[in-house]
């Protein structure tokens, strides 16, 4: 079976800053190193963004075969530079070429290159974690004008980056069907939050947005495709956490997922509709902030603590330029909803519901007892790019 899988993870407190001593600790066994362990050949296309202070934490050291992409996050789509420094690599080597290029159409070209060349009788692994539609706000100016008549230039550019990748993903679709690939892959492509409407994203009718714990930030979209599937053509609705995508494609590649960790097999689920296994989890625990915050998920039930993040409202999209709007709510406060009666949390329940909040509050206690601390470094000047030729490099912790 071959897996295409355009998604990436994020780091406890906020990101890994490319100036940061701080990385996905070594000792965690990362999804191909499964993978190869079973015979797949594994490559990555994209971004990174787990670490990159040592070369053990980068890509072709945590499994994959090869690496062609950027090791920050937010870089410039034409430059390659964020922060000052050069961040574009082929495996280990920096790629000085590539300026004025627009990052989607050449880290195309690379993946369509790899499928070509794939031995057919070698099960393929495929990570494909896009740039777009990251800020910057980047794009070819034959994919904004298919938006001609949105007012708003943000918003214009934005929804053509969402067409410039819609464009790249046919073209790899394009190059497995070619192959002779497509009919036995497996295909997963989702989203890691919602959009950012700082950068023009929308998620209304939902509440709020990326940096937030409300759904508009927090609620996911997704969508499988393989011919192995047993139930297609409908939404699944089920619980399913980022976390899991580890243990699902591991089982779909025939493989177990070690005891203990987070994240639980959802394949039964994906492939014919099956219930979830999963009944809560917790949205995030942050003691390192000056605004403090906690959120979990129970059932039907929400929680939030502290903070719950800005902006806070329910934008339209014609609406992006304004101050977001419709909620009195503080930034601090305890909210407890119920998403399936309220998905777009405009009923706080926790004056209303005592017993339920108190039940909803000792278990993200429960959560608290297992807390560790965040990995979260100051600048270490041994990071700067002119140190290291004008890249940002591993080798300096």
């Given at each position: 079976m071959t897996g295409y899988f355009p998604y990436h993870?994020?780091?406890q407190h906020l990101v890994i800053f490319p100036w940061q001593a701080s990385a996905v600790?070594?000792?965690?066994?990362?999804?191909?190193?499964?993978?190869k362990g079973l015979g797949y050949a594994t490559h990555m296309v994209g971004k990174w963004h787990l670490g990159m202070c040592n070369w053990k934490y980068t890509p072709t050291y945590r499994?994959?075969?090869s690496f062609y992409g950027y090791y920050n996050g937010a870089e410039d789509y034409y430059t390659h530079v964020v922060a000052t420094g050069l961040d574009l690599r082929d495996d280990k080597e920096v790629v000085k070429t590539k300026n004025g290029q627009y990052g989607t159409y050449f880290?195309?070209?690379r993946v369509v290159d790899i499928v070509e060349k794939h031995p057919a009788d070698t099960p393929l692994f495929l990570y494909l974690p896009f740039q777009n539609v990251h800020q910057p706000l980047q794009v070819p100016k034959r994919f904004e004008d298919i938006y001609a008549t949105v007012q708003n230039e943000n918003r214009r550019t934005l929804l053509?980056?969402?067409s410039a990748m819609d464009e790249a993903v046919g073209n790899v679709t394009m190059a497995m069907k070619n192959a002779g690939l497509w009919d036995n892959t497996l295909v997963i492509f989702t989203t890691d939050n919602g959009g950012w409407i700082a950068a023009s994203g929308n998620n209304f009718p939902l509440r709020g947005g990326k940096t937030t714990l409300w759904e508009g930030g927090t609620r996911g979209v997704a969508f499988a495709h393989g011919k192995m599937l047993q139930k297609t053509g409908y939404t699944n609705n089920e619980m399913i956490h980022a976390v899991d995508w580890f243990p699902t494609i591991l089982a779909a590649a025939g493989g177990t997922a070690d005891a203990g960790i987070d994240g639980v097999s959802q394949l039964d689920t994906i492939m014919s509709g099956k219930p979830s296994p999963r009944t809560e989890f917790v949205y995030n625990i942050d003691d390192v902030s000056t605004s403090k915050q906690g959120a979990i998920r129970v059932g039907d039930y929400k929680l939030i603590e502290g903070f719950a993040g800005t902006p806070d409202g329910w934008i339209r999209p014609d609406n992006?330029?304004?101050s977001p709007a419709d909620s009195e709510d503080p930034a601090n406060g305890t909210w407890l909803f119920n998403l399936k009666d309220d998905p777009t949390?405009?009923?706080?329940?926790?004056?209303?519901?005592?017993?339920?909040?108190k039940e909803m509050q000792a278990r993200l206690a429960e959560y608290r007892k297992s807390l560790v601390p965040a990995i979260d470094p100051p600048p270490d000047p041994k990071s700067f790019p002119q140190l290291w030729g004008g890249a940002w490099s591993p080798g300096w912790c």
């Open positions: 993870v994020g780091t600790p070594s000792n965690f066994t990362f999804l191909p190193e499964k993978l499994g994959f075969d880290f195309t070209d053509g980056m969402v992006l330029t304004d949390e405009h009923h706080n329940l926790a004056d209303t519901m005592p017993d339920k909040l």
